[in-house]
Each structure stands twice: as structure tokens, then as C-alpha cells.
């Protein structure tokens, strides 16, 4: 696996950190905003792998915490115009949805958990598409803010420029994700290993099961709402279909283009997803029939998906 | 009070449309534990297949849908025999997804070959006209979809409880490696019964044709719909899948009438507490 990395591998993963830092000198306004979407759906995805790679729960309402991230950050940015508790707000939202969601969702596994979450997940995009009042209906919110970084009395920064929102979701994402990796190689993440490969195991060496999986599922749930979260000040505007299932489909893909079991792999996977489309769309617009011809040619073949590619085993 | 038992009636033959998709779900589910996500695109592909059939070439009616079940069984049968086959002994998250690949090919296929537009054919005369049912008229064509609807019933329970070839299929369903060892060929049982189902929900949206507008994404709409009435009936129970089309066919038609609000929120409710409380399903025995 690639966990005993090589230091090669580090030397390449501070070249990439620098590499991010120093894009906004490099690029244009579009491939600037290409980036911003890649490290969000990274964030997304690898929460989404905590629960599918990790602990093996394939989640189809991720959407849900996606959308509850990016609706709370747009209702508190509307009120209260800063970035902090915007992102705050949202995470939190999507945190306390996903204790509750996850203490049901993990009473079942397999074919049971996917179907439970998928109904969770519209249950969320049905209230954001239905609730006129509070959401929008299917206007959604607009207008808006990117607020500014802002502690009352004391600091304020401004993040308008797409530049400058850059850096928030580059370095909002590079923590997450390095807590991520934290997490992964704790003995927390350990045990989550252990459940995916054997319940029955994990069970008779004293390991609460499900309380393990509802720590997974909140986690997930957390990264699922800062993705959110930080999608809402890009756009200015949220829509009910960041609930919809077919959201909840982007991680999945992402992932399993980019490697399941390998911790990199989401991102992998987001960057090459956002890559494929923007390369493809030059030539038609049926950029899904060609999506759809991958996720085939993965599952038939390379079920490692890319990173496995080239991951030392 | 004709008003509401009239909107039952129109209910009724919404809920004929998701037997017909459910069925096909249920038994390839039931035989070969397969959730087939691409399931709902199928619906999708009849749909089309009887447009061009009927509503551009102008062939008779009857031949249309014989014809676009025949297109659709053999795309189903490329699907087994070409993909599926290989992936039986991997982790079910896989098949999952392999499926979902075939939804995101056979949208943008249709795409291409259909373009953007889709003009709903006339309903063919000998089913045209309306009946007078609670002092309204009812469309002689929705009377026409729940027959078929409830024959599919009782064919599927005639064919499967009483004929030599459902008791194969029931063999093969409850223990494989049994039906295999008295001589059972199990591959071929599995490519016959997934091309069943992949017409039993081709004639849904076949049948559909003259009534219903058909897009690029009703496939996917199909699929979440299919996949709450399986919840509901209880994965791989037939009789469960009907009682459950039934139910959601109906609170759908009365749900757009007295609460649209909350008609899509309470039906994925019910899901999730069919699934906490009875995950073997509301009808299992």
C-alpha cells in the first residue's frame, strides 16, 4: 500500500502543495475556478471513502450533508456576512444531521445501508426543493455573499477576489485533508479497517461495531457539509439539486476512478473527473456516454481504479 | 366523493406502470441477487424503441411494443452475458456501480439518437375515447394499462407457481448450487430470467408511449421510484412489489392532489421506516 510511502512520494506531495500555492500566478480565471471545484469534491469524496474504502458502507445520500452544508452556510451568510461562520455554521449543520441520520443508517449494512441513505438523502432534497419558505423552492437562495474572514472588533479579510477565495478553500482543504490522513492511520482508522474486512471479527475482539460505524458516518457527514459549505460563497447561489442522489453519485465516481483503497485515491479521482469533463466537453457535448464507458472499463478491469496504478503493494 | 375515488382510478393505473418496472427488478433481484441500477433505463429504452416504432414508422400498434420488447431483451441480454456474468462473485457495491455506468451510457445514447425532442403519437383508435366513471370521463386507454397490468399479475403468478420452467427458476433462486448439482444449467436460467425482467420493464414503457412524455432522464426518475416500491414489498417478494406499486401509485396520485408539498418527502419516509422497522419488507411472509 502506498501508507509506507516511499520519500520520494513526500517530496512529490510538498512539490504538488507548492505547486497549488503558487497556481493563481500561473493560471486564468476558469482553470482557477477548475480548482476550486477539484479540491472540493476531494474533500467530499474522501469523506465519502472513509465510509466506502474504509469502513465499507456504500452511502448513496451523501448529497444530503452536501446540501444541508451548502443550504446552512448560504442562510447564515445571509444574515450574518462572515466566512467563519458561514463554513462554521455549515460543518456544524451537517455534523448534528449526520449523528442523527447515522445512528439509524447503521442498524444495516450492504444493499440495506445504501437504500436506508438514499432515502435520507432525497428526504433532504425533497424539504430543500419543497420548503419555499425556508430554502427557495426550486429557485433556490441567491445573492448570496463571499463574505469576508471576519473576528468581530478585531480582524477582517476580505476573500471577494476568486483569488483570494482560492486560498480559503486551498487551505480550508489541504487541513482537511491532512486530518483525514491523520485519521485514516490512527487506531481509529485501524479499527474501521478491521469491521470493513470482518464484522464478526471485530465484534469478538471487543470492538463496538456499530458505535465505530456512526463515528465513520459523522465523519463523512462533516466532510460532506464543508464541501458544501465551501461550494455555497463560489457560486453565490444554492440550488436543491446539490441534494439530489445524482450528487451523491459525484464521490462514488470520483473515488472509484481514482482508487478505493488507497488513501490519495479520491482526489486522484476528483481531479481526473473535473479533467475528463473539461477535456471531453471540447469535442461533445455527451460527455456522460463517455463517463459512463470508464466506470464500466473500472469495474471490469481495474477495480484499484488509477492510484492503484501506481501504488507500491 | 367521486372526486377522490376517481383519483384513485387515475392512481391505479399510475401504479401499473411502476408494477411493471418493479416486477422486472424483483425478479432479477429475487434469481440473480443483482440490483440492477441501469433497471429504470430499460423503461427508458422501451419507451423509445415503441416511439420510433409506432410513433415514426408507423407500424400497428401491438407490433410496436412486440418489437421494442425484442430490442430491449437483447440489450438486456448483452448486459448479462457481456458484463454482468463476469461480476458475480465481487463485492455487490461494484455491481452497483457497473450498472450505474450502463444508466449514464444509455442516457446520452438516447441523446444521440433521439435528439432533445420527443412528440407523444396519437393513442391508436381502438383504445381512444373515454368511459364515464364517477361522472367524469376516464380515458378507455388508462382502463386498457391496468388490464395489462393485472394479466402481467396473474401471468407472472401463473408462470412461476405453475409451469416446469417457474420451478426451475424458483430452485435456482432459493439455493443455486443445489439447482446446479440435479442438472439446473444456473447461467442460462440467469441470462433467461434477466432478459425477462428487462422486458417485463420494457412493456411498462412501451405501453407509456401514446400517454406519457418520455426525456433522457426518466430512467433514473424510474429506478428511485422501483427501488421504494422493492423496499416496500420487500426485496426479491413479487406479490410484495405489486401490494407496494399499488400503495405508491395511489398516495402519489392522491399525494399531488391534497399535499403536493410533502407527497415526495412522505414517500421516502415511508421507505426509510419500512427499512428501520421491516427490512424484509411490509408483505414478507
Known amino acids: 500500500m502506498a501508507d509506507r510511502s516511499p520519500r520520494r512520494l513526500t517530496a512529490l506531495v510538498g512539490l504538488l502543495v507548492l505547486a497549488l500555492f503558487l497556481l493563481p500566478w500561473v493560471v486564468g480565471r476558469y482553470s482557477l475556478y477548475l480548482a476550486i471545484q477539484i479540491l472540493i469534491l476531494s474533500v467530499f469524496s474522501l469523506g465519502f471513502n472513509l465510509l466506502f474504502g474504509y469502513t465499507g458502507l456504500l452511502s448513496f445520500g451523501q448529497a444530503g450533508f452536501f446540501g444541508i452544508g451548502a443550504y446552512a452556510c448560504a442562510k447564515i451568510l445571509l444574515a450574518v456576512p462572515n466566512l467563519f461562520l458561514g463554513l462554521g455554521g455549515g460543518v456544524a449543520a451537517a455534523g448534528v444531521a449526520a449523528v442523527v441520520l447515522g445512528f439509524l443508517s447503521v442498524r444495516h449494512t450492504r444493499i440495506y445501508f445504501s437504500m436506508l441513505t438514499l432515502a435520507f438523502g432525497m428526504m433532504v432534497f425533497s424539504i430543500a426543493w419543497k420548503w419555499r419558505d425556508f430554502t427557495g423552492g426550486d429557485d433556490g437562495l441567491v445573492g448570496i455573499p463571499r463574505a469576508p474572514l471576519e473576528i468581530p472588533g478585531l480582524w477582517s479579510l476580505s476573500v471577494a477576489t476568486q483569488e483570494r477565495y482560492y486560498y480559503v478553500v486551498l487551505i480550508v482543504s489541504l487541513l482537511a485533508i491532512w486530518a483525514m490522513y491523520r485519521l485514516v492511520h490512527s487506531p481509529l482508522g485501524l479499527t474501521l479497517q478491521a469491521i470493513r474486512d470482518s464484522e464478526s471479527r471485530a465484534e469478538f475482539a471487543g470492538v463496538p461495531v456499530r458505535t465505530y460505524r456512526l463515528i465513520a458516518f459523522t465523519i463523512a457527514g462533516l466532510y460532506a457539509g464543508l464541501a458544501g459549505a465551501l461550494l455555497t460563497p463560489l457560486e453565490n447561489t444554492v440550488t436543491p439539486g446539490i441534494a439530489h442522489w445524482s450528487t451523491s453519485a459525484e464521490p462514488v465516481l470520483a473515488t472509484l476512478l481514482g482508487g478505493v483503497h488507497v488513501f490519495g485515491g479520491p482526489i486522484v479521482g476528483a481531479f481526473l473527473f473535473f479533467m475528463l469533463k473539461d477535456i471531453i466537453v471540447r469535442f461533445t457535448e455527451y460527455w456522460l456516454i463517455w463517463l459512463g464507458a470508464i466506470v464500466v472499463a473500472l469495474v471490469m478491469g481495474f477495480r484499484g481504479g488509477v492510484a492503484s496504478i501506481f501504488a507500491r503493494r | ?285
Open chain 2, 1 to 285: 366523493m367521486d372526486a377522490i375515488a376517481f383519483q384513485g382510478l387515475i392512481g391505479l393505473s399510475m401504479a401499473m406502470y411502476l408494477w411493471l418496472i418493479s416486477a422486472g427488478l424483483t425478479i432479477i433481484f429475487g434469481v440473480l441477487r443483482i440490483i440492477n441500477f441501469a433497471h429504470g433505463s430499460l423503461f427508458m429504452m422501451g419507451a423509445y424503441l415503441a416511439f420510433t416504432f409506432y410513433g415514426q414508422l408507423g407500424l400497428p400498434f401491438w407490433l410496436a411494443i412486440l418489437l421494442s420488447l425484442l430490442g430491449v431483451g437483447l440489450l438486456g441480454l448483452v448486459m448479462e452475458r457481456g458484463f454482468l456474468r463476469r461480476i458475480y462473485g465481487i463485492d455487490e457495491a461494484y455491481q452497483l456501480l457497473l450498472t450505474f455506468g450502463f444508466i449514464l451510457i444509455l442516457d446520452d445514447a438516447v441523446k444521440i439518437i433521439w435528439g432533445g425532442v420527443f412528440k407523444i403519437p396519437a393513442i391508436p383508435p381502438f383504445l381512444d375515447g373515454a368511459w364515464r366513471v364517477f361522472g367524469r370521463p376516464f380515458p378507455v386507454y388508462n382502463a386498457f394499462v391496468i388490464a395489462v397490468g393485472v394479466a402481467v399479475a396473474v401471468g407472472l403468478w401463473a408462470l412461476f407457481e405453475k409451469t416446469w420452467w417457474g420451478r426451475i427458476v424458483r430452485a435456482t433462486a432459493s439455493d443455486r448450487e443445489m439447482a446446479n448439482a440435479i442438472g439446473v444449467n444456473v447461467p442460462r436460467v440467469f441470462s433467461g430470467v434477466f432478459v425477462f425482467g428487462s422486458m417485463l420493464a420494457a412493456l411498462g414503457g412501451a405501453l407509456g408511449t401514446p400517454v406519457r412524455v418520455v426525456a433522457p432522464g426518466i430512467g433514473a426518475a424510474m429506478i428511485i421510484q422501483a427501488f421504494i416500491i422493492t423496499v416496500i414489498g420487500g426485496l426479491g417478494n413479487l406479490k410484495g412489489a405489486f401490494v407496494a406499486s399499488l400503495i405508491v401509485g395511489i398516495l402519489s396520485a392522491y399525494g399531488t392532489l391534497f399535499f403536493p408539498v410533502f407527497e415526495l418527502f412522505l414517500i421516502f419516509a415511508i421507505m426509510a421506516v419500512v427499512l428501520l422497522l421491516r427490512p424484509q419488507g411490509l408483505f414478507a411472509r
